[in-house]
């Protein structure tokens, strides 16, 4: 009966482990920075919604989607989404697609920006809090810019505004007995709109957007899977009292 209980005990604490966040994907040796966001904070939400929408749905769309699932979700009104947040379509039913044309973005940007309704799936959130905050100034590009986290990516910083620029600072260090060069951090070139510790905050909001985006029914999904356990624990637990009542005459 022991060997039962423990039994049952791990592999209940193996289920509600699967449900934590996943190991961020991509990024290879680089060191990610943590995304610290809040699933269930509406309000942030809304903000990656709003930064998503202005600043990359022109090219990125979310083919999985929907306007309307979005505003159910999120807590927005349809009317103030369809007046907001909608620039493709004036259906709310619609998908947020965009309307590129894949043959002209690739020789736009050399290869065609990929729809991102599964990349923080894909990749993780650290890796796109990082990538969203390591874009510098790079002369050498014909972007301008270069990325710590995914180098010589073709996408022109779209929210040099909101952050400004910033060179990169390097440093010679010792590594294993050698002088190698690493990035240490970075230099702020002009001011942008946000200061520093805004313009993290506001990607934290977009990494969180996207995160919500690859799986909209998460945060549900965990809530019912949370009672089915506790419920099958409860059923469990009594029906071990319930055996020894039966058995308790045989033994």
């Not at 004036?90 to 697609?97: I, L, Q």
């Not at 894909?122 to 270069?146: A, H, Q, R």
């Not at 010792?174 to 990607?203: I, N, R």
Request: aromatic content about 10%; some cysteine; proline content about 4%.
């Amino acid at each position: 009966m022991k060997k039962l209980l423990i039994t049952a005990t791990s592999a209940l604490l193996l289920s509600l482990s699967a449900m934590g966040p996943a190991i961020a994907a991509g990024g290879g040796n680089i060191k990610l920075d943590k995304a610290d966001i809040d699933p269930n904070n509406k309000n942030s939400l809304q903000r990656g919604a709003r930064l998503y929408v202005n600043y990359c749905l022109g090219c990125h769309g979310l083919k999985f989607q929907r306007y309307n699932r979005m505003a159910d979700d999120l807590g927005m009104d349809d009317a103030l989404v369809a007046e907001n947040l909608m620039f493709t379509t004036n259906k709310v039913a619609e998908t947020m697609d965009i309307a590129m044309p894949e043959r002209e973005a690739q020789k736009w940007f050399g290869q065609t920006p990929p729809d991102l309704s599964l990349i923080a799936r894909e990749k993780g959130i650290d890796y796109i809090y990082s990538y969203l905050t390591t874009f510098y100034v790079d002369e050498s590009k014909e972007t301008g810019v270069n990325n710590r986290v995914f180098p010589n990516a073709s996408m022109p910083w779209v929210m040099w505004k909101l952050e400004g620029w910033k060179k990169p600072v390097y440093k010679e260090v010792e590594d294993h007995g050698e002088t190698v060069t690493k990035l240490v951090g970075y230099e702020q070139l002009t001011e942008g709109e946000l200061s520093p510790e805004e313009f993290k905050s506001a990607m934290l909001d977009l990494t969180n957007f996207l995160h919500y985006v690859g799986e909209p029914i998460k945060q549900t999904r965990i809530a019912i899977g949370l009672k089915v356990l506790a419920y099958l624990l409860l059923l469990f637990i009594l029906s071990i009292f319930l055996k020894r009542e039966f058995w308790k005459d045989v033994h």
